[in-house]
Each structure stands twice: as C-alpha cells, then as structure tokens.
C-alpha cells in the first residue's frame, strides 16, 4: 500500500511563493495507472481540487488556479511538487498529496495533509 506524505513550509507571507512537496513510499504516485494528484481544504470549505501530474510530466491544472500552479515529479525519488505563486490569505489550508487512477479519477491513496497559513 502506497504511503504519501506531504511536507513544506507551514506559514508562507502574502506575496510569497508556497512550496510543497509529496514522497511516496511503498509504490509509486505517477506510473502508467496512477497520476499524482494535489487537492486542498480551507477552513469552512470543502475539498477543493488544485490539479495533477502523470508519469510522463503532463500537468492538469484546474482554471482557477491557472496562472499561479506549477506542478512537477521526479521519478527516481518518488515525488511530486507543487508550487503557488503570489498567495494571499484566501490560499490558507490544509494540503493533501494523493493518488489517484488516471482512467477515472479515482483517489485511492491520500496524505495526512499539510497545513499552510498565508500571514504577514
């Protein structure tokens, strides 16, 4: 069974640029089944889905995020990144690393998350 885990700074300055990054252990998070895949939670919201990865580096940003997320892998080592660019408050939450079947979507693998405070 695949184990992610997510790691990054827990508080980043308006303006700034967020860095996260997902280890897998166990198994892969991008091969030719599976794509990695970020999502995340502010509080009093729901699950709100930021984009994902495949094996081969193709990247699935969703529009509102367009312009600020830069998704990346490395192979060898099993990760995937995630970059957001000029932050605000609004960017608060709790960020989650997953797996999910690149035929449907489906999470089958999750990260005990990340919480990230956008604060000066």
Known sequence: QVQLQESG????????????TCTASGGSITDNQYVGMWIRQSPGKGLEWIGYITRSGDTYIAPSFKSRISISRDIAKSQIFLQLSAVTPE???????????????TVDAWGQGTQVTVSS
């Open 9 to 20: 700074p827990g508080l980043v300055k308006p303006s700034q640029t967020l860095s996260l």
């Open 91 to 105: 960017d608060t939450a709790q960020y989650y690393c997953t797996r999910a079947l690149r035929s449907d979507g």
